[in-house]
T-cell receptor
């Protein structure tokens, strides 16, 4: 499968715990995005990487959130001290070029209990 | 004001019907436009890009009106399998940013 891959697919965690998600984009795609989606809403932008550089972060991304893309390939999104409001689907997308379509991974569904 | 606005629906239509979705975007500097389809609890998948001249792919027709900042999607001869949420997507690029803006989605239910 040469699409965008996200792990884990599902994560249930207790409030206050840290969680980390991984995204493996399509190999030649230099642009990588993280989005968050809650029920009944469209995906909301969290952060954007071009190669290994994190060029933009949303104001939605509080200090508890951090993302990395150390070698310009896979990316990780960490949430520290999770809160119930963090429960959502976390989607990763990648693309090549400036105005091309983005391809999404299947997402990581986070439930904070 | 939201970057992209869509009628959330749901649109409940019988098989074979023609249905149209509309979307407006707020920033005239927006550059690329797409319709994505999202099935329940799945990731969004590209349905079609939207070009200024309008474009068609089988039963699907997309239109863009830059002057009115308006995008539409027309589905002819609806199938049960068309039931999904349709997301309007707009992109904008600057020196250090490159973002997709999503509408909240329009839900379509096609009934037998």
């Amino acid at each position: 499968d040469t699409g965008v891959s996200q792990n884990p697919r599902h994560k249930i965690t207790k409030r206050g715990q840290n969680v980390t998600f991984r995204c493996d984009p399509i190999s030649e795609h230099n642009r990588l995005y993280w989005y968050r989606q809650t029920l009944g809403q469209g995906p909301e932008f969290l952060t954007y990487f071009q190669n290994e550089a994190q060029l933009e972060k949303s104001r939605l991304l509080s200090d508890r959130f951090s993302a990395e893309r150390p070698k310009g390939s896979f990316s990780t999104l960490e949430i520290q001290r999770t809160e119930q409001g963090d429960s959502a689907m976390y989607l990763c997308a990648s693309r090549i070029g400036v105005n091309t379509e983005a391809f999404f991974g299947q997402g990581t569904r986070l439930t904070v209990v | 004001r939201k970057e992209v606005e869509q009628d959330p629906g749901p649109f409940n239509v019988p098989e074979g019907a023609t249905v149209a979705f509309n979307c407006t975007y707020s920033n005239s500097a927006s550059q690329s436009f797409f319709w994505y389809r999202q099935d329940c609890r799945k990731e969004p998948k590209l349905l079609m890009s939207v070009y200024s001249s309008g474009n068609e792919d089988g039963r699907f027709t997309a239109q863009l009106n830059r002057a009115s900042q308006y995008i539409s999607l027309l589905i002819r001869d609806s199938k049960l399998s068309d039931s999904a949420t349709y997301l309007c997507v707009v992109t904008r690029t600057g020196n250090n940013f490159n973002k997709f803006y999503f509408g909240s989605g329009t839900k379509l239910n096609v009934k037998p």
